[in-house]
């Protein structure tokens, strides 16, 4: 079964769900950046990246690292209350100047033009309730935007996770805990992703109390700045 559905119910549900999460819990994850966004703004100095373009970003912890690692940054989410709070603590912190933010659902296209943004940041956004369909149209989306030798970093929790296979199954291997839904990625599914781009790193990792059992990918639209070897993937 689709895991939307004809009338994007589940997609609805789980908007509304953030909504009110983030309304009754303002800054839930804190204002210290995700072990990823720190590693990804590493890749994207490295490569001499200057605007960072995050999908997902939520109240915006890893948004604000970013601008204050000195990137240009637009911030995107579904969710206006998520973001109202990102441009206050902008405000707050003196990173304002470098951060935009823009209300969009990640299943419809991008509004940014050809080639427009040097990095892509997505810290377990690729693996909240998309479809399978869903996620490969937002990668090539996100393939669209970037330049030649843009890097694109994401995490995913996947089928090692404790949580995978339990809850309320929406198909498609999306599974609900506690009104959250998940969707739990296959290791060849993030190969199929990578189709047309350089594969350069899949990284194991664990985060939370569970612990949740994430996968950071990091892969590179081919040009300039992707030409080097391509990093052994590591899985579990």
């Not at 929406?170 to 739990?184: P, S």
């Amino acid at each position: 079964m689709a895991a939307n559905g004809e009338d994007g119910t589940l997609a609805h549900a789980q908007r509304e769900h953030w909504q009110q999460t983030y309304s009754a819990h303002p800054g839930m994850y804190g204002d210290q950046p995700s072990a990823p966004a720190r590693h990804a703004a590493k890749v994207f100095r490295a490569a001499g990246a200057r605007d960072v373009l995050e999908l997902g970003a939520g109240h915006g912890r890893d948004a604000l690292y970013f601008a204050r690692c000195g990137f240009t940054v637009q911030a995107t989410d579904f969710s206006p209350v998520g973001l109202e709070q990102l441009r206050g603590a902008a405000q707050d912190t003196g990173v304002a100047k470098r951060v935009t933010t823009t209300v969009h659902d990640v299943r419809r296209p991008l509004h940014l033009a050809d080639a427009s943004v040097d990095a892509v940041f997505a810290h377990m956004l690729l693996c909240m309730a998309l479809s399978t369909q869903e996620i490969g149209t937002l990668v090539r989306e996100v393939g669209r935007v970037l330049r030649p030798g843009g890097i694109f970093v994401y995490t995913v929790r996947h089928t090692g996770d404790a949580h995978y296979g339990t809850g309320s199954a929406h198909g498609d291997d999306i599974y609900e805990h506690g009104g959250f839904a998940v969707h739990f990625f296959p290791r060849h599914l993030v190969d199929s992703l990578a189709d047309g781009w350089h594969l350069t790193e899949v990284h194991a990792f664990e985060e939370g109390d569970l612990p949740r059992r994430l996968w950071r990918v990091t892969q590179t639209v081919p040009g300039p700045q992707a030409t080097g070897p391509v990093i052994p993937s590591r899985s579990r």
